[in-house]
């Protein structure tokens, strides 16, 4: 099947601007669509059912070292103290080891504990919308989509105040990042920083703990076990990028697309109960996330018609799966009063994301909180000409300027 150049290009920001017409392509190719991959041959998956099958299929490794020699890893990931501890982290391991980081974490991150986080996101909220200004012009991912998450998640970790701009930056590097090899070899001496600086926090927290995930995280145990020094590293790192990142894009993406269709912003400024409803027709329609984790082919086998090789990888395209007709009518239509929304923007199966809870509650009191204050907020830019940021895996405006 013949693409534009682009089409192929899936981290770069001119097809994430508008990805949905080549995925409506992909999704009606008989075969798996290949892209490229540092590994080589990798495919797009991007029918629900395709997806879900890919997730439940162990053959489908999350992890690269089950697969890739080490002068691959070191060339994809660099070869670093700071990488090495990533590629530990929950979301780039199978069973038995995913299983029992997944139950180390559970102890600390349980969804009533998350929920007990609403009264503190919403004064957060309060505090920054009183920061901003009665009238005028703002880039709101900047005065308000990054700081909001970021100082929820800050306070959620335990990240000291006076550190937590630098957190904010050694974030955003790392996440633009992701699939990028030129670009993570680039950032490593950032990354080193932010290592020391995550080994000094857990030092602080390990000596003088506190109510925090990170002292959660330290103290937890299952079955005699807890997270090595390692492994904390890059949990935090995990936890930043998927309780910081994707949150920003959920807030920002939300007010993009209800610029975009005016008639559902003025139904959700009418009735504001539909903003649960709302939130979750923003991650179906335009996720934090366009890919999940790359996955790595473990063995020659069939999988759904096609022969994948060892050593092969897929990404599966949540931002696809998300619009797939056969299993959501009028997919590409923006519908916030839309019932039973079975969207996978918080992944599928074991890997499902352990901060949805927490997603949800910022993003339902950011955007109704926003609109509240503003009721005439609008786009100060032609949303057509919006930049989106670069990677293989966050979907994410680099700038949303807004008139209040």
Known sequence: MAQDQYEYQ???????????????????????????????????????????????????????HTIMPPELIAQVFSDTEFMRAFLTSMMLQDPPDHTRLRRLVNVAFTPRKMEMWAGRVQAITDALLDELPAYGAIDLIESFAYPLPMRVFSEVLGIPVPDREQFRVWSVSFGDSLGD???????????????????????????????????????????GTRLNRQELVGMIITLLIAGNETTVNLISNGMYVLFQHPEQLALLKQDPTLIKGAVEEILRYRGAATNGS??????????????????ESVYISIASVNRDAAYCPHAETFDITRKDNQHLAFGFGIHYCLGAPLARIEGQIAIQSLLRRYPNIRANADLGSLRWRPGSTLLGLEKLPVTL
């Open 294 to 311: 790359e996955r790595w082919v473990q063995e020659d086998f069939e999988f759904r018609g096609h022969h994948f090789k060892k050593g």
């Open 10 to 64: 899936i981290s770069s920001p001119e097809f994430k601007a508008n990805p949905y017409p080549a995925y409506q392509k992909f999704r009606e190719t008989p075969s798996f669509v290949q892209v490229p991959s540092p590994m080589g041959k990798s495919y797009f998956i991007t029918r629900r059912e395709d997806a879900e099958a890919a997730l439940r299929e162990p053959r489908f490794s999350t992890n690269p």
């Open 181 to 223: 090899p030129v670009k993570t070899h680039s950032i490593q001496p950032q990354m080193a920083d932010f290592l020391q600086y995550i080994y000094w926090l857990i030092d602080e927290k390990t000596a003088h703990p506190t109510q925090d995930l990170i002292s959660d995280l330290i103290q937890a145990e299952a079955e």
